[in-house]
Structures are given as C-alpha cells and as structure tokens.
C-alpha cells in the first residue's frame, strides 16, 4: 500500500533545464527524505527535512533545493540540470526517531539528454 | 563515519537452494536497529526485516537475519529460495551523525534467481 506518492514517474528533459518534483506523504510523519538511486543501483541521501531543520548532504551540488509546504510535501526542484543528474530519485518519510521504518515513494526517473 | 559493506553486487542462486547475502557495518553511535530492504522492479525499496536485539533472529517472508554485534554483522539469509525473490536487497542502518536520524545503505546486492 503507497503512502509516499512522487509525481512525475518519468521526466526527459535537456541539459541546462529546470525540473521539480512533487512529493507527499499521508503517514503523518514529521520526517522527509530524498534519496538518488544511482545507475549503479546505490542509494545516496540528499536531504533531510523536518519541522526543525534541514540536513544537507554536503556531497549535494548547489543546483539542487528541497521546497516544502508543509510537513506532508517535500518537492525537489534542480535548477540547471547536468548529464550526471540522470537517476532515480526517491522521496521517504519516517518519524524522526532512530528506531523507525523510512518508507519509500516509488522514484521519479530523471534522464538528462 | 559509518557505513554498511555489502560485499556482494550479484548473486545468482538456483530455485530451492539457500542463499545468503552478507553485510557488515560500521558505526560509532548507539546504534539502535538494522534493516534489511527489498527492492522489487519498479516498486519503492521496503523493509524486509529490523532488529534491535543482539543475537536474535529475526524472520519474515521466510527471510532471516541475526544481529552481531560482536562481528558487526546482520546477514541475510533463506534456506530455500524462490524466483519471487529475486530482487535488489539493501542493508540499513540509521545515523544521528547530522542532528536527525538518516538511513544510511549499503550498495545493495542483486539477487537472481533461477528456475
């Protein structure tokens, strides 16, 4: 059963572009995460978001910026897209506690051309 | 900092054999559960098992793994495998290293398996 809805599945767009994703979760959790799933299959946190703070990864390029409403939505928005930004990249929640399942959205598949 | 170590990318078992696939961690805080999650083909990564309990085994879908703390190990394992189980397999522990809880993953380990 999907708690963690991504939209789109699939975007294509060129290099240099902007693209946002949208992310929503109906679990009532105060945590949200967005994960890349590399072509290699490895799955890197990007972000970290909650009513308190934001946690970055310090890998993360500048280009890209989590933007959220509400603890429900995390969108993802990449200002100028590069060939290397072509992945999978995975929305989650969890409650903020260390002991507590982070569950997944199914992934928006970004291919840059 | 801490890290997971999946040692292997593939592997390849025939329908009804056992399997097992490995992982070691490293961690320098309290480190309070282990997950193993499963990836199916276009589907979100879900957690197959959590433990919390050194050296007790923990099953589901006939899957089971058995925290370590002695040797940092959280190895999973089925004793007959089947070709719904073929999928990428993801061991996770948590990381409060930031100032908020974070899953961090190993690089995950695809099971094939064969008829």
């Known amino acids: 059963e999907t708690a963690v809805f991504q939209t789109p599945n699939y975007h294509v767009t060129q290099v240099g572009n902007e693209v946002s994703f949208n992310c929503k979760q109906t679990?009532?959790?105060?945590?949200m995460y967005w994960y890349k799933q590399d072509s290699k299959k490895l799955l890197k946190i990007m972000f970290s978001y909650n009513n308190k703070q934001l946690i970055v990864n310090e890998t993360v390029p500048r280009r890209f910026s989590p933007q959220s409403s509400d603890k429900a939505h995390l969108n993802l928005r990449i200002k100028s897209v590069e060939p290397e930004d072509s992945a999978v990249y995975l929305c989650?929640?969890?409650?903020?506690?260390?002991?507590?399942?982070?569950?997944f959205g199914k992934g928006t598949r970004l291919t840059v051309v | 900092g801490d890290s997971v170590t999946q040692t292997e990318g593939l592997v390849t078992v025939t329908e009804g054999l056992p399997v097992k696939l490995n992982c070691t961690y490293q961690t320098t805080y309290l480190t309070i559960a282990f997950f193993w999650y499963v990836q199916y083909l276009n589907e979100a990564p879900q957690v197959l098992l959590k433990?919390?309990?050194?050296?007790k085994r923990t099953e589901h879908q006939g899957f089971h793994a058995t925290l370590h703390k002695s040797s940092s190990s959280f190895h999973l394992q089925k004793s007959s495998a089947q070709l719904s189980d073929s999928a990428l397999y993801y061991c996770?522990?948590?990381?409060?290293?930031?100032?908020?809880?974070?899953?961090?993953f190993g690089s995950g380990t695809q099971l094939t398996v064969m008829p």
């Open positions: 996770a522990l948590p990381n409060a290293s930031s100032g908020s809880w974070q899953l961090i």
């Open positions: 989650a929640s969890s409650r903020d506690r260390g002991d507590t399942e982070v569950f």
């Open positions: 679990l009532g959790h105060d945590t």
């Open positions: 433990s919390s309990t050194d050296n």
